[in-house]
């Protein structure tokens, strides 16, 4: 089974359009997104739910009115102002609360305990092109890298179960937790990139991570076009650093066409330039694409 993840270093490269546009040609594949802060290929895929199912975060501090005697110990020791006094009653503010346990620790009549929390939900998914699975996390709740996790285990299960030998991802921006999830494991990583400066040393970060896990990784540079001296910049550099360049897209309006359609590029019109040159980098990517573009 080949699993590959699609990255950036940034959001709006174009990632997510050129991952729907992959998994678009790909023959028998299942795909994940991994985005789960701010997911959007669901956008393009529009996928039909068939199971959801609730997930677990951090832990946040909850008292019990009738066992806390107003002690004011657990107020003293709380280092994130969490813990709020009215009316001579002591409460936990949820989104202040780190679960850190302290004011369990210290509480004399055993009135605070920590609660697990429903943190988002994960979904298993069908789509035009196959199955497909991915999150939602609730805002401001932690453990994005957690949530991943779970992401690429049910995905991986699904292949399995359904015999599929290629995996394709698409990854959250940046270098964070979620992204170094996201890289465990997988085979193969294309980075997105831009042609201008902030893109050449995000790209640098991304790559930088990528090889700590010894991980073979292509570029593509989209939106080419607005900076053709920066291109070759950044392809120069990829030359050096002996990463494979799976090649360059022009800016393009079929880009927001096709996620105005719901589609993929290639479905809004596979004969176009742009179509033919991601069918290209999906060869070079050595893909098993279908019979009808190759």
């Known amino acids: 089974m080949r699993q590959i993840a699609i990255l950036s270093g940034k959001g709006g490269t174009g990632k997510t359009s050129i991952t729907s546009a992959f998994i678009s040609l790909v023959k028998d594949g299942v795909f994940a997104d991994c985005d789960v802060d701010a997911s959007d290929l669901f956008l393009i895929l529009t996928p039909t739910i068939k199971e959801e199912h609730l997930f677990l975060g951090g832990k946040t501090a909850v008292i019990h009115q009738e066992n806390c005697t107003g002690c004011n110990q657990c107020y003293e020791v709380c280092n994130f102002n969490a813990v709020k006094i009215k009316n001579k009653k002591y409460s936990i503010n949820q989104y202040a609360c780190e679960g850190c346990n302290y004011c369990v ?73 979620p992204v170094i999830s996201t890289l465990s494991g997988v085979d193969d990583v294309v980075v997105v990139t831009e042609p201008t400066q902030s893109g050449l040393s995000d790209l640098k970060r991304i790559a930088l991570t990528a090889e700590h896990f010894h991980i073979p990784i292509s570029v593509i540079i989209n939106k080419y076009t607005l900076n053709e001296d920066m291109a070759n910049q950044i392809e120069e550099y990829c030359q050096k650093k002996e990463y494979t360049i799976l090649g360059r897209l022009a800016y393009d309006k079929i880009f927001t066409e096709a996620m105005i359609e719901k589609k993929s590029v290639i479905e809004m019109n596979p004969k176009t330039d742009i179509s033919r040159k991601i069918v290209e980098m999906a060869k070079k990517l050595n893909l098993d694409i279908k019979e009808e573009y190759l």
């Open 105 to 177: 620790l210290v509480c004399p009549t055993k009135a605070i305990e920590l609660n697990q929390n429903n943190a988002g939900y994960w979904y298993l998914s069908d789509t035009r092109f196959g199955k497909m699975v991915h999150a939602k996390l609730f805002p401001g709740e932690e453990n994005s890298g957690k949530l991943v996790t779970m992401v690429r285990h049910q995905t991986r299960l699904l292949a399995e179960a359904g015999k599929k030998d290629t995996i394709i991802i698409d990854g959250p921006p940046g270098i964070g937790c």
